[in-house]
């Protein structure tokens, strides 16, 4: 794998950083163990992943992808991160991101912008671009990735490898950089289901430390797999086979469904009425946390300092203005605007309201079907530089409600059009990743 980066992350520009040396010394500690004991080692053990670079890795820069964090060295490990450890994973490289996880491409990055390995004009998607490009290019066998509104799936699909969004609990975010915290969710990028599920395998579990931690049991969703899908129920919500999808993506992801079908799946249509507000109860509770989250870079307590300054408010106010992105800074004034006393119900209850009725829509569904079936984007990859702002958002159209509910969701890829990858996204109740994962494997 250190090969494979030497000769292509040129090109595509996964990493912010990369851990070599001490890659290379892990590996050996593992080879050494491997020779003395070979019973109880993890099915990751001497693997090497990517590390998106909003989870905090103790010794190693954790810069969320920000000129504010660029020189932050974490003094402690992730829980994923720890447990990879304990798996005897080999940490390879911090990956490329949009700053504090806000956006769809990977742009937004304060260092470098990520290269769709299919194509090198397109973007890779975001905001866990790095890791989705690192994977698909086979410089590293598989990442993790965040999402708070689609940021592994989109990626994922972009980039045509595997993507999973865990029950929000499910997976600990204790050291995940918060973004807007009731929704983010540390997940695995992976080239196959079987990968993915080996993955969840080692970063789920209950953490004290996460205070929305769930102790769901100890399952091992390898096992999971190969569990029977023959009568599964299946609906297709009509508001994500509309026209704000390319008929292109929606036939493949169509004859995925007749594949499934085949394989014993009942298929009907229902409708998620609510679905046409999610994006805009997302953009409104997403900067509000975020606006919340991100007080704590105020230039004392973590990350870079402007030199010049004659009061602690000067000292904060020109940090912040400096040091933060354009993206970022736009979400922190619009979520703080959102949440002011005279603004507050207009929007930020108003949006909480809608995230109830989303919920419902998806607990209605969920009574008489197992999983929900879609598109994961509506568009295929695009030009860099192509989208901004609202046109931009629109990526996450598909993958947001997952995150508004807390349900699982993965994506995998269906087909390719015009050389790019496409995506089919499967959703599931709460706790459901054996459905998903399940109904992703026989797919596959
Ligand atoms: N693209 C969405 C945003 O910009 C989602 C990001 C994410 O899931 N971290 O907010």
Not at 195 to 222: E, M, P, R
């Amino acid at each position: 794998f250190l090969s494979r980066i030497e000769k292509l992350e040129d090109k595509v520009g996964s990493f912010i950083t990369l851990t070599k040396e001490k890659a290379i010394e892990d590996a050996r500690k593992i080879d050494k163990k491997i020779k003395e004991d070979i019973s109880n080692l993890s099915d990751l053990a001497g693997i090497p992943v990517g590390i998106k670079d909003n989870i905090v890795t103790e010794g190693i820069k954790t810069t969320c992808g920000s000129r504010i964090l660029k020189n932050f060295i974490p003094p402690y490990d992730a829980t994923v991160v720890k447990r990879l450890k304990l798996s005897d994973a080999i940490i390879i490289g911090k990956t490329n991101m949009d700053e504090f996880a806000m956006g769809s491409s990977t742009e937004n990055s304060a260092f470098k912008i990520t290269k769709n390995p299919w194509d090198l004009n397109k973007v890779p998607g975001g905001s866990s671009g790095g890791s989705a490009a690192a994977v698909s290019a086979s410089l590293v066998p598989y990442a993790l990735g965040s999402s708070t509104g689609g940021s592994i799936r989109q990626p994922a699909a972009f980039c045509g490898i595997v993507g999973l969004k865990p029950t929000y609990g499910l997976v600990s975010r204790y050291g995940l950089v918060a973004f807007a915290s009731s929704f983010d969710q540390i997940g695995p990028l992976t080239k196959d289901v079987e990968d993915c599920a080996i993955v969840l395998n080692s970063i789920i579990g209950f953490d004290k430390k996460d205070s929305t931690s769930v102790d769901n049991g100890n399952i091992d969703y390898t096992k999971a797999l190969m569990k029977d899908i023959r009568g599964i129920k299946v609906a297709l919500p009509k508001e994500y086979f509309d026209d704000k999808v390319d008929n292109r993506i929606k036939e493949k992801v169509l004859d995925a469904v007749k594949v499934l079908e085949k394989l014993g799946a009942k298929i009907d249509y229902v409708s998620l009425p609510f679905s046409e507000y999610a994006l805009a109860t997302y953009y409104i509770l997403a900067p509000s946390e975020a606006s919340s989250n991100l007080a704590r870079f105020d230039g004392v307590r973590y990350g870079e300092r402007v030199e010049n300054y004659n009061s602690v408010e000067e000292l904060i106010v020109k940090t912040r203005t400096k040091m933060f992105g354009d993206e970022v800074k736009r979400r922190i004034m619009i979520g703080t605007y959102f949440l002011s006393s005279s603004h507050y119900s207009k929007y930020y209850k108003k949006a909480q309201q809608m995230r109830t009725l989303i919920i419902r829509d998806f607990e209605r569904v969920f009574r008489d079907f197992d999983i929900i079936i879609s598109p994961t984007t509506p568009t295929l990859p695009y030009e860099i530089g192509e989208k901004k702002l609202v046109s931009m958002y629109f990526s996450d159209v598909l993958t947001v409600s997952a995150n508004i509910v807390g349900i699982p969701a993965i994506t995998l890829p269906c087909g390719y059009i015009d050389g790019l990858p496409v995506g089919m996204q499967i959703l599931g109740k709460i706790f459901g990743e054996i459905d998903i994962l399940s109904v992703a494997y026989a797919y596959e």
